[in-house]
C-alpha cells in the first residue's frame, strides 16, 4: 500500500510540477495537493553518488527501507569510478549528494585541490578500515610481532614491526610501496599516523611534489578501493589501507594479511560523510532536512545488531558493493579476520549510529584539516581562530540536529541520542601512539609529532 500511495504522491507532485512551469513544487497552501510531508519538498527526484565500500551503508538501507521514500524523496543511488570522480560531480551538479571522504569537502575549503563550497549535515560511520601487507612482507614481518601464549599476534602490531622489511626491500633495490585511496582520504592520513608512530617517514607534500613522497622511507599512491586486493596480488604495492569488504577480500583470495584496522590507529575515529553543495542546501532547505532524518534512521537500523545479516545481502548486490555476503559478514557482523583462521571478535569494526557517529563534530574535521597542515597539503601555517572558522564552513551539525530533533518528536529517535555538546569532543589519547588530540588546541597537537610539519603560534 505504501508503495501505491508514494507512487499516486509522485505523480500528483509532478503534476504541481509541471502546472507552476518551475523546478520545484509550489509550497503554496491553495495549490498544495500532495500530503503534507511531500508538498514542502522542494526537489524530490534526487541523485546520489557513492564508491562500492561496506560504509555507503546508510544510503543503500535509506533507499531499501523507504526511509527516502517517507521523507518524499524519490532517490537513485549511483556507483562512481573513483573519489575524484564523485567530487567533481558534486561540484557539477551532475549528482545532488554523495557518499564521500571526510577530507574532501575539507579539502575543497582549505584550498587544497579543487576549491568548492561543500558541506556535511552528516557523518556517515566510524572505523571500518585496515592496513593489509601483501603475504611476504608479513611473513618478514611476523618475527617482530609479539605472541600471545596461543601463539597468535598480539594486537594492535605496531609499524614497528615493518621497518626491518622496509631495510630488507631496500637491500634488494625496491622501494617500499604502499596503496590509499586518495590524497585527502582517512587511508592515507591513518596509514601515515601507523607509519610516522614508529618513526618511519612516510613523505611529505610540497608544490614541486604533489605525490607526497619528499624524503619518504615508505612511497605511498593511489590505488581505487576495488582494486586495492589485484594491485596487491600483481605486486605493484606491498601494502594498502582501504575500507572494507577490501581487506577481507586479500584473506580470502590467499593474497595478504591485514595486521590493523584504523581503531586501532584512532579508536571510533570518524570515516565517511554525506557531502552536498552549499547552495543546494540553502536552495532546498526541507530536502537537506529531509535527506539527513532518512540517513539518521537507516544509521539507527544498521546498529541493531539483528539486521547486519540482512544489510549484508543487500550491500552484497551488484548495484551496491558486490562483493561476496561472506567477505562482507566478516566485518559487518562484529568480527575480523587476520590471517586465514584468526577471527577476532570486532564488534565496533563498522560504527554506523552507537557513540553519536552520525553527528558531524567541528573536531572530527579539525582532525584532518591538522593531517593536510602536518604533511604539507596544506602549505603555510594557519592560526588556531582558522581551523575553527574553516571547519564551521564545511561541517554543519545544526542542520543534524534540526533532522535530529523532528525525529525525536516524530518518535523515530529518543531525545538521547542527541549529544550534548559545542561541537568539540573532549581530549583524547585514543591513538595508537597514546598522543592527547584536542581539537581546540590544532597547533599543539602539531607540535606534538617528531615527524611533520610544526607551527609555531
Known amino acids: 500500500m505504501r508503495k501505491l500511495h508514494n507512487i499516486l504522491s509522485a505523480l500528483m507532485m509532478a503534476a504541481l510540477f509541471f502546472a507552476c512551469g518551475g523546478d520545484a513544487p509550489s509550497t503554496d497552501a491553495s495549490t498544495a495537493t500532495a500530503p503534507a510531508a511531500s508538498a514542502l519538498i522542494e526537489k524530490p527526484q534526487l541523485t546520489f553518488g557513492f564508491i562500492k565500500l561496506t560504509d555507503m551503508a546508510p544510503l543503500a538501507i535509506a533507499k531499501e527501507l523507504g526511509y527516502f521514500e517517507d521523507e518524499g524523496l524519490y532517490v537513485s543511488v549511483e556507483a562512481q569510478s573513483n573519489w575524484k570522480n564523485i567530487l567533481d560531480r558534486v561540484i557539477d551538479g551532475q549528482l545532488d549528494g554523495s557518499h564521500m571522504l571526510a577530507g574532501q569537502p575539507i579539502a575543497a575549503a582549505a584550498g587544497f585541490g579543487r576549491q568548492a563550497e561543500l558541506i556535511t549535515p552528516f557523518s556517515m560511520d566510524l572505523n571500518g578500515n585496515g592496513i593489509t601487507v601483501s603475504n611476504d612482507v608479513w611473513s618478514k614481518m611476523k618475527p617482530h610481532v609479539a605472541k600471545d601464549d596461543s601463539g597468535k599476534p598480539v594486537h594492535p602490531i605496531s609499524a614497528e614491526a615493518l621497518k626491518p622489511v622496509i631495510k630488507d626491500y631496500a637491500a634488494e633495490g625496491k622501494s ?240 538521547t541520542d542527541i549529544p550534548e555538546t559545542d561541537g568539540y569532543k573532549p581530549a583524547t589519547t585514543d591513538f595508537i601512539d597514546g598522543i592527547s588530540y584536542d581539537g581546540k588546541d590544532p597547533i599543539g597537537y602539531l607540535k606534538s609529532f617528531q615527524i611533520g610539519n610544526k607551527d609555531a603560534k
Open 176 to 415: 617500499f610501496k604502499m596503496g590509499m585511496v586518495f590524497p585527502v582520504s582517512t587511508h592515507n592520513y591513518e596509514l601515515r599516523y601507523w607509519l610516522a608512530a614508529a618513526g618511519i617517514n612516510p613523505g611529505m607534500y610540497t608544490a614541486d611534489n604533489i605525490q607526497g613522497q619528499v624524503d619518504a622511507e615508505v612511497l605511498l599512491s593511489v590505488t581505487p578501493p576495488p582494486q586495492m586486493p589485484a594491485t596487491l596480488e600483481a605486486g605493484t604495492i606491498y601494502g594498502y589501507c582501504v575500507g572494507e569488504p577490501w581487506n577481507q577480500q586479500a584473506v580470502f583470495k590467499g593474497i595478504g594479511v591485514p595486521v590493523t584496522t584504523n581503531s586501532d590507529v584512532w579508536k571510533n575515529n570518524p570515516e565517511k560523510v554525506f557531502v552536498m553543495r552549499k547552495d543546494f542546501a540553502e536552495k532546498y532547505p526541507n530536502t537537506t532536512k529531509a535527506i539527513t532524518k532518512a540517513l539518521i534512521r537507516a544509521g539507527k537500523w544498521l546498529d541493531e545488531p539483528e539486521n547486519r545479516p540482512t544489510a549484508v545481502g543487500i550491500l552484497s548486490r551488484s548495484e551496491y558493493v558486490g562483493a561476496d555476503s561472506i567477505v562482507l559478514a566478516n566485518s559487518m557482523t562484529g568480527t575480523f579476520e587476520f590471517e586465514k583462521g584468526d577471527k577476532r571478535e570486532m564488534p565496533d569494526f563498522n560504527v554506523f549510529y552507537r557513540y553519536y557517529a552520525t553527528y558531524p563534530y567541528y573536531s572530527d574535521g579539525v582532525w584532518f584539516l591538522t593531517q593536510m597542515r602536518r604533511w604539507g597539503q596544506i602549505p603555510e601555517s594557519k592560526p588556531t581562530e582558522w581551523y575553527d572558522q574553516k571547519i564551521r564552513e564545511v561541517y554543519r551539525p545544526d542542520l543534524w540536529t534540526a533532522a535530529a530533533e523532528a525525529l525525536v518528536a516524530e518518535g523515530k529517535i529518543p531525545a
